[in-house]
């Protein structure tokens, strides 16, 4: 596997399910971004971790709990969710390097459905 | 805050015209720039980026864009478009607080159509 890999990559789901999303970066990467990107809205940003500590979280719901065991792995846990929360869920990865805002690579995105 | 504004939602060029798509942003020091292609059911994919020194960069698949400081602007560019550039095409701007791990901010997007 090469670059950042997301599963699954559609996933549909009730309000009273619980599921994660996976991301993985294969990149030596030590940041790690989960963008949400809803129809005819910009990519909004949810959180941030860099060397596996949560650094920014956007104002996102608890109902979205992340979790960051390493560096190569990011997931994104869900719990009752809500029919305005379906969207592509994007994973990136970056350097992570102090004073300098580096390109982020992103995976193929995780499209949930909220039923 | 930054933000960034493409102020063209959808884009039609035939094929083999030249291409233009706007960005401008708003940010109170020199941006970090960035233009990323995402074809439908992909993720993004970087095509260029600015972080200083000449104003003019090249990216990949032929695009370039140019920065002008004074028009808070970040212009893509492509000579001659081939049918399988039709995407979406989102402008981003990043912040650089020093902590090694920023979040970008993006415009909307501009989708772009390619006639025949």
């Known amino acids: 596997e090469t670059g950042v890999t997301q599963t699954p990559r559609h996933l549909v789901m009730g309000m009273t399910n619980k599921k994660s999303l996976k991301c993985e970066q294969h990149?030596?990467?030590?940041?790690m971004y989960w963008y949400k990107q809803s129809a005819k809205k910009p990519l909004e940003l949810m959180f941030v971790?860099?060397?596996?500590?949560?650094?920014e979280n956007n104002s996102v719901p608890s109902r979205f709990s992340p979790e960051c065991p390493n560096s190569s792995h990011l997931f994104l846990h869900l719990h009752t969710l809500q029919p305005e929360d379906s969207a592509l869920y994007l994973c990136a990865s970056s350097h992570g390097l102090a004073g300098y805002v580096d390109t982020q690579y992103f995976g193929p995105g995780t499209r949930l459905t909220v039923l | 805050a930054q933000s960034v504004t493409q102020p063209d939602i959808h884009i039609t060029v035939s094929e083999g015209a030249s291409l233009e798509l706007r960005c401008n942003y708003s940010y109170g020091a020199t941006p970090y720039l960035f233009w990323y292609v995402q074809s439908p059911g992909q993720g993004l994919q970087l095509l260029l980026k600015?972080?200083?020194?000449?104003?003019l960069v090249q990216g990949i698949k032929g695009f370039e864009a140019e920065f002008k400081r004074s028009q808070s602007s970040f212009n893509l560019r492509k000579p001659s478009v081939h049918w399988s550039d039709a995407a979406e095409y989102f402008c981003?701007?990043?912040?650089?607080?020093?902590?090694?791990?920023?979040?970008?901010?993006f415009g909307k997007g501009t989708h772009l159509i390619i006639q025949p």
């Open positions: 600015y972080f200083s020194g000449d104003t």
């Open positions: 971790y860099n060397f596996k500590e949560q650094t």
């Open positions: 990149l030596g990467h030590n940041a």
């Open positions: 981003a701007v990043g912040a650089g607080s020093g902590g090694g791990a920023d979040g970008l901010t």
